[in-house]
């Protein structure tokens, strides 16, 4: 259980105060940025009619998504559906991480699903005041009527507990669980096949549940 619970970090002052990092999630993350970075720059290099295989997983991913956004939020597709994307395919390969020996999914780390959870949030907000602006928007915590206000706000801070713990529980969970195994067993055939489930179907599962969610939540505040 050590491998969970001892954690790399940095320590540095700010304004006075000491902030602690997670080392290892930074770094998870910056090599999660990388690969898709690497991924778009050669999926997009050359483009051609006879495309490469990276090209053709490349349009597979935009073109489904596209057409996802698209029969949700309409009109107002093009403004959300590259978040939606990115934040598919960021869970995706974060998630995938762990399959590869010596490295870890950023997502196990609850300040990664949070941050990712906020971000859905506050475009979801933002995206109900631009289409009711903020009388109609205001309105909206006082239905169906005045005292239903705290019960409202409640209601929409919970979609980012409910987002990010979620998404953390579940891939801490599978950590865990092929942890355990693995001391059970001595690292023999079950713990790769766990690792394996864990990391790509409920990678991919928890991965296109969290776009989906925040693309309904931002459908759910553009309603008019």
């Known amino acids: 259980m050590t491998?969970?619970?001892e954690v790399p970090q940095w320590v540095f002052e700010l304004a006075g105060q000491p902030v602690t990092i997670?080392?290892?999630?930074?770094?998870?993350?910056?090599?999660?940025?990388?690969?898709?970075?690497?991924?778009?720059?050669?999926?997009?290099?050359?483009?051609?009619?006879?495309?490469?295989?990276?090209?053709?997983?490349?349009?597979?991913?935009v073109g489904y998504f596209r057409q996802l956004v698209g029969s949700t939020l309409g009109g107002r597709a093009p403004r959300y559906f590259p978040l939606i994307l990115a934040l598919f395919t960021f869970i995706l390969v974060s998630n995938w991480l762990g399959m590869v020996p010596f490295l870890e999914e950023p997502?196990?780390?609850?300040?990664?699903?949070?941050?990712?959870?906020l971000v859905g949030f506050l475009v979801a907000h933002a995206a109900a005041l631009g289409a009711k602006g903020?009388?109609?928007?205001?309105?909206?915590?006082?239905?169906?009527?005045?005292?239903?206000?705290?019960?409202?706000?409640?209601?929409?801070?919970a979609k980012v507990v409910s987002l990010s713990f979620r998404l953390y529980g579940n891939i801490m969970g599978g950590a865990i669980i092929i942890l355990v195994v693995s001391r059970l067993v001595h690292h023999l055939v079950l713990p790769p096949l766990l690792n394996a489930f864990f990391g790509v179907f409920v990678g991919t599962v928890q991965a296109f549940v969290f776009a989906m969610l925040t693309l309904t939540y931002i459908a759910v505040a553009v309603q008019e």
Request: proline residues 5%; without cysteine.
């Open 3 to 5: 491998a969970i619970t």
């Open 22 to 61: 997670n080392a290892t999630t930074v770094v998870m993350t910056w090599i999660v940025m990388a690969l898709l970075l690497l991924f778009s720059r050669l999926a997009a290099r050359s483009l051609s009619l006879d495309p490469s295989p990276v090209q053709q997983l490349g349009e597979l991913l």
């Open 107 to 117: 997502t196990r780390d609850l300040n990664t699903t949070l941050g990712l959870a």
């Open 134 to 157: 903020w009388r109609g928007y205001a309105r909206e915590y006082f239905q169906p009527f005045f005292l239903m206000f705290p019960l409202n706000v409640i209601g929409e801070l």
